[in-house]
């Protein structure tokens, strides 16, 4: 697999996650802290996923658990602050992208049961490719949290983010 899209999108989102003053969101929703958890669970669980099919089990994708809000906070808890939690992601991304650009073209096809959520809205429940689970999060999952560290509230001092091309 070619993860470089997934590596570039890791890049910009770690680039907003380290900007100065992120606050609250204007929505109710997470915070800074609680996205970087969300994508250390995602990560864990879709690198679980892949390593399981190289092993020649068949496994579930489920994100339920990386949007339980216990366990996101157990996260944060587990994490010095956010430069902690800023590194670990960036390891947690590399290691998925290791794994994912070792995968076979046979392993990537696997056709994984997946089961993803939304603000209690299901997005998808039916198998998928694995390299299509890895490439949802290139496509899709990292650059949408992007927008919404981008969209947290920075205060008076509110600067625009330089994004990556």
Known sequence: M???PLRDA??????AAA????????DGGWNADLILAHLLSVDASIATVALSVVAGAR???DN???LDHRNLRRIV??????????AHVRGQADLLCTIADRLSEEAASVLVPSL???NDTVLLDQ????AALVQGLADNHVPEHTRQLLALDRGPSRTAAVIRP
């Not at 808890?77 to 800023?86: K, N, Q, T, V």
Request: net charge negative; with cysteine.
């Open 19 to 26: 900007l100065p003053d992120l606050g609250e969101p204007p």
């Open 2 to 4: 070619d993860t470089a």
């Open 64 to 66: 339920r658990i990386c």
């Open 59 to 61: 496994p579930a994708f």
């Open 10 to 15: 890791y890049d910009t989102l770690l680039d």
């Open 116 to 118: 993803l959520l939304s």
């Open 127 to 130: 198998p998928v490719p694995l």
């Open 77 to 86: 808890a587990e994490h010095s602050g956010r430069a902690d939690l800023i």
